[in-house]
């Protein structure tokens, strides 16, 4: 059998280009015992991949130049050496940017049986959605009647941090871009503060009149001068979650902010950086929780669709131009 695949043929310097990505196609082996085969059905993009571009180890291995890219997929088994999983089984793992895996067993997770779309388990129930969960209770610990500023509100993770955060009745508010997605916040009762045309200085000011008494909590997706703005407005004893940093993601040189670390120590502030493969043990208790909200239509989640294994690239590179509303998935 055929299978078409990604693969990068450079370790790229600032916004990776589209040439970047090269597709091929490759006559798979049989199947050894212990080998599932799967059709793939909805690929994810996700940000963090653009440090394993990058040709430095960091939490994770970089991606091998002119191998196949990985990322999470969503597919149906369509032959199967191992006794766990049948022909027509829906399964979730790690070989995305393709659109047939041959992957070891061990590495495959059958889908949940929560009545929900399935690539819902690569964005509100999957890795995104996890992370919005674990950087607001595990790492930040949030509280009933805490204030809570998210950046990138309306992205993947963020517009779920906003949803959660909001059930906890303080103040919410998200920084987002485009007036789509400020619309979006504000619908679902969040404030909106545009990062778009501002500094730091400006940003501060604009959160400051959003939430006058200042957070308590500061769910990180962005750095730069976001970081800066919030560190202004925090509370004492706050708490700060760093799930990303993707204004630098693509710099060629080093950030300037943010210039005010100092209020990390006159406020007592805890900030946490966190990586959530370090934390999917508790991927159990967050389906249980948030899951059922889901199904019941108690959590409102945005999708972006790109059609085709072709489309791939750009709808990654798309990632950094803030086109996305909710997960950017591939469907194929």
């Known amino acids: 059998m055929q299978a078409r695949y990604f693969t990068i043929n450079d370790y790229p310097q600032g916004m990776p280009q589209p040439e ?11 199947l050894q015992d212990g080998e599932v085969r799967i059709r793939n059905i909805w690929l994810s993009v996700d940000p963090y991949m653009r440090g394993r571009m990058s040709g430095v180890t960091t939490y994770i291995e ?8 990985e990322g999470a997929a969503v597919g149906e088994v369509i032959e199967s050496r191992d006794p766990r999983f ?18 070891d067993a061990d590495t495959l997770e059958a889908l949940p049986s929560i009545e929900v779309p399935e690539q819902a388990y690569l964005g509100v129930l999957g890795m995104p959605g996890m992370t919005a969960w674990t950087g607001l209770n595990e790492i930040a610990k949030m509280r009933e009647g805490d204030n809570v500023l998210v ?12 949803q959660l955060a909001k059930a906890k009745g303080g103040t919410v508010v998200g920084i987002a871009g485009a007036p789509e997605k400020l619309e979006w916040l504000e619908s679902h009762g969040i404030k909106a503060v545009s990062y778009r045309g501002k500094d730091a200085q400006q940003l501060s000011e604009d959160l400051k009149q959003a939430c006058p008494e200042g957070f308590d909590v500061y769910y990180e997706n962005v750095g730069g001068d976001c970081l800066e703005a919030a560190l202004d407005n925090l509370r004492v004893g706050a708490r700060i979650a760093v799930c990303g940093l993707i204004a630098d993601y693509n710099a060629t040189r080093p950030s300037t902010a943010p210039g005010n670390l100092a209020i ?13 493969f370090d934390h999917w043990s508790h991927y159990p208790q967050f389906l249980e929780e948030v899951g059922p909200k889901v199904a019941k239509g108690e959590i ?3 999708e972006t669709i790109e059609d085709g294994l072709e489309s791939t690239p750009d709808a990654f590179l798309k990632l950094f131009e803030g086109a996305n509303k909710g997960k950017m998935l591939v469907r194929l």
Request: proline content about 5%.
């Open 20 to 30: 970047l990505f090269e597709l091929h196609s490759t006559e798979l082996p049989a």
């Open 86 to 103: 049948s022909e027509g089984d829906k399964v979730r793992h790690m070989g995305g940017w393709r659109d047939i895996a041959q992957l």
């Open 62 to 69: 970089p991606f091998e130049l002119n191998a196949p890219l």
């Open 151 to 162: 950046s990138a509100a309306s992205g993947a993770v963020g517009s779920l941090a906003v």
């Open 264 to 276: 990390i120590l006159i406020r007592r502030v805890r900030m946490q950086g966190f990586i959530i």
């Open 300 to 302: 409102d989640y945005e």
